[in-house]
């Protein structure tokens, strides 16, 4: 089956400007993850979304960082008044149930985001 | 807090042989730990997991083993093959943390030829 995909793959913006990130879970998967790969480090929590439950925001580095799950499906994750140090691979990533901490998170294949 | 760290940031091996790639962690809450294996340009894919009340878990060619006592983990990859060519990460959650997963900076394992 497929799984989570993530547009676009790559995406370069001028220091300043707003981005959006799209991610599309694996099909009848409740809950969505957002983490940041930045060059040469490990992966970032951002974000995490379980069915209709609020999301976990904690990993948000900062006010300019929002994102938002329409019809418990497909995520967009936004980024205001971008600044260089932003510039990271955002991945995204589902699990089926999102109720356990002991479950296994599927991950798509990245945004590759640079600032300039 | 806690912390996931990798010993050695990469590890030749040559074909055939075995490869262990190893972990740390720092809190004793942990227990569920995944490993996931990151080719180039792409997102990380699942290997492998255990949760804290096993010590060694097996699948096709790995073994993850789980030391709680030095809260050190591993993984082993049997007759390594080219294709085994990746940066690993080792990750972990713990009860009442929330599912997030905290991950280690990874380690290159390069396969020779």
């Known amino acids: 089956g497929a799984g989570v995909s993530q547009s676009p793959s790559n995406k370069v913006t001028e220091k300043g400007k707003d981005v959006e990130l799209r991610c599309d879970p694996i099909?009848?998967?409740?809950?969505l993850y957002w983490y940041r790969q930045s060059l040469g480090q490990g992966l970032e929590f951002l974000i995490y979304f379980q069915g209709n439950s609020a999301p976990d925001k904690s990993g948000l580095p900062s006010d300019r960082f929002s994102a938002e799950r329409t019809g418990g499906s497909v995520s967009t994750l936004t980024i205001q008044r971008t600044q260089q140090e932003d510039s990271a691979v955002y991945l995204c990533?589902?699990?089926?149930?999102?109720?356990?901490?002991?479950?296994?998170?599927?991950f798509g294949p990245g945004t590759r985001l640079l600032v300039l | 807090g806690e912390s996931v760290g990798l010993h050695l940031p990469t590890l030749s091996v040559q074909e055939g042989d075995n490869s262990i790639i190893n972990c740390a962690y720092s809190n004793s809450a942990s227990d569920y730990f995944i490993w996931y294996k990151q080719e180039s340009g792409k997102g990380p894919q699942f290997i492998i997991d255990?949760?804290?009340?096993?010590d060694k878990r097996q699948g096709q060619r790995v073994t993850v083993l789980l030391n709680k006592t030095v809260k050190h983990l591993s993984l082993q990859i049997a007759a390594t093959q080219p294709g085994d060519s990746a940066v690993y990460f080792c990750?972990?959650?713990?009860?009442?943390?929330?599912?997030?997963?905290?991950f280690g900076t990874g380690t290159q394992l390069k396969v020779e030829l």
């Open positions: 990533a589902s699990s089926p149930r999102g109720d356990s901490h002991a479950e296994t998170q599927y």
């Open positions: 099909s009848g998967h409740t809950a």
């Open positions: 990750a972990e959650t713990l009860t009442g943390g929330g599912n997030k997963l905290t």
């Open positions: 255990i949760r804290s009340n096993m």
